[in-house]
């Protein structure tokens, strides 16, 4: 199992290299910025949460636009997947935790299953090495609501608990984002 862990690594690190500076082996940037669970505005400690195990950090341009939906969706369907290989999810955008309030605990999509973070300058996305693009006048989301902020590249980070970068997880659609990081998290967890 060590092997195919080692070469899962190897292969995410080698597909994402072109997409995000930080790789596996990278020392994760630590981060404690406002979030949303549930609805209830709360803060968000990278450092805290690494702790109970291994975070799947995932970066997304914007809440209630097509793809972020569809990611956040599938994180919440399989939420409790994750839960039982021992990670935990925090998706992060540049959002305003007034929209993340909204959005984190619509059934459709997060669901009040994980919490949603507010890089609202986009400092840890930057700490990241991820793009990010200054919002763009006139841009209205899938509730026809304006979108004032800048949008983070979509890219998902599997941090362990020393606080390293396990995978980096980009240029995928939300959907198979978001099941390369299960399948992932999934070869971490203990066997029973």
Do not use: W
Not at 91 to 103: A, K, P, V
Not at 125 to 146: F, P, W
Not at 153 to 179: C, H, M, Q, W, Y
Request: with cysteine; proline share 5%.
């Amino acid at each position: 199992m060590k092997i195919k862990t080692a070469l899962a690594v190897v292969c995410l690190s080698i597909t994402s290299h072109s997409f995000a500076a930080l790789i596996a082996g990278d020392k994760a940037p630590n981060f404690k910025i406002p979030a949303s669970f549930a609805g209830k505005s709360t803060d968000f400690s990278l450092k805290e949460q690494l702790k109970k195990g291994p975070v799947v950090v995932y970066f997304y341009p914007s809440a209630y636009t097509n793809g972020c939906n569809t990611q956040a969706h599938n994180f919440s369907v399989n939420s409790a997947k994750f839960a039982a290989a021992g990670a935990s999810i925090v998706g992060i955008s540049l959002d305003s935790i007034d929209r993340l309030n909204t959005f984190s605990a619509d059934p459709e999509y997060c669901a009040g299953k994980f919490p949603v973070a507010s890089d609202s300058d986009g400092k840890v996305a930057k700490a990241y090495a991820l793009n990010v693009k200054d919002a763009m006048e006139g841009k209205l989301d899938t509730r026809g609501a304006s979108i004032d902020h800048g949008f983070a590249e979509r890219t998902t980070f599997v941090i362990t608990p020393d606080g390293k970068i396990a995978a980096t997880i980009g240029g995928l659609s939300p959907a198979e984002n978001v099941a390369k990081a299960l399948e992932f998290v999934q070869t971490l967890a203990p066997k029973k």
